[in-house]
């Protein structure tokens, strides 16, 4: 056991950190309100390295490792999930899926604009009928010899209208039901393909979430991601890492929300003194603040398993899950610490509290999780 980060993941969190608390924080509320896309802020993040952080340098990636992702996710997120979310999908689906299961050609052409951040990826697997019961996919890209013609609807895909490049899951082989579907890697211009309005969501607000509609769009050959048929494996491997992910990003809204109800709580007085000397509000803090160790000890767990390429799906579940109820819980009694200054916008607890709400639905709703983690057990 070493519970020591090394000087390189210190110097990583570090330089996350000053780009969030110098810069993130000087619009993050007005972004929030007009849902604003952070353009310069991703530009920023990639001139960092932070866009294509575990790619290997050979593919123009910053060769981290899995902990350096998570302190930099938490740091990032502790201020703005909206950036992080976008930091997250481009990282965790879109160049890890590339990197594990594409062919030499699919990186060169497509993965390392991904890993400097040039482009951006969009991850499309969700459908109107199709969310935590991925095996329904209703997308279809039918075999043509030397392109598929893909034609149905994706919804709810991050980065929908920013992205470059998309990772799409699709249906080729219905009657072989999860095993005829596909991954490929898709042009965000290619003809056929249309948005539908830009969500207007609780929280996040300012990454760009939309529906995307293919119509007759041909996908070269050359662009499918792995065998024929392991379109369901790709999804689950890359959502095992994704995970760890939206675990750091869990954590980050927690930590940020921990950190400005203590400061609140010492300094807000009551009764003659501050309100962090009522006991109540002290165990609140206190509770908040074990919940926020445990759920970073389940983090770095998970990223470590992955560094040390050891199997980590199950971990990284437990962590999903358990960031994801933490920042919940946190994030409310930040608000409840504040009174009625935690319920608005100036004092961003309230904000941190419904990014905390996405934590808990996407990359597999903590129900999807505890299912997971069931099956494990059950196993064992
Ligand atoms: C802002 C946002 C961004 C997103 N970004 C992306 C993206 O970039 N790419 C992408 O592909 N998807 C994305 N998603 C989709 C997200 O992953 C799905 O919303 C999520 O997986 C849940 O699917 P659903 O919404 O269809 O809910 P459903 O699957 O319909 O679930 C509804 C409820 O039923 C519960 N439930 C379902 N099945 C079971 C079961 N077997 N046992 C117990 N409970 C169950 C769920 O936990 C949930 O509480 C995003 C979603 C949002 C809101």
Redesign the pocket.
Known sequence: MDFEFTEEQKMIRQSARDYAQRELIKDVLERDAKSEYPAHHIKALAELGFMGMLVDTRYDGGGMDTVSYVLAMEEISKVDASVS?IMS?NNS?VCYGIETFGTEDQKERFLKPLARGEKIG?????E???????TSQKTMALDKGDYYLVNGT???????NTASTYVL?AQTHPEKRHKGINAFIVDRHSPGISLGLH?D?MG?RS?D?HSVMFTDVKVPKENRLGEDGSGFKFAMKTLEGGRIGIAAQALGIASGAYERALKYAKERKAFGTEIINHQAVAFKLAEMHTRIEAARFFCLKAAWLKDQKQPFGTTSAMAKYYAAETAMYVTTEAVQIHGGYGYVKEYHVERLMREAK?TQ????????Q??IISRAIMND
């Not at 969009?122 to 969700?126: F, I, K, M, P, Q």
């Not at 994706?154 to 929908?160: A, D, F, L, P, Q």
């Open positions: 979310v999908v689906l969009a991850y499309l697997l969700s109107p009928d199709a969310g935590s019961d991925a994706k919804n709810w895909i991050t980065s929908g899951i969500e969501k996040m990454s979430t996405l639905i996407y990359e597999g709703t903590s129900e999807i505890q299912i």
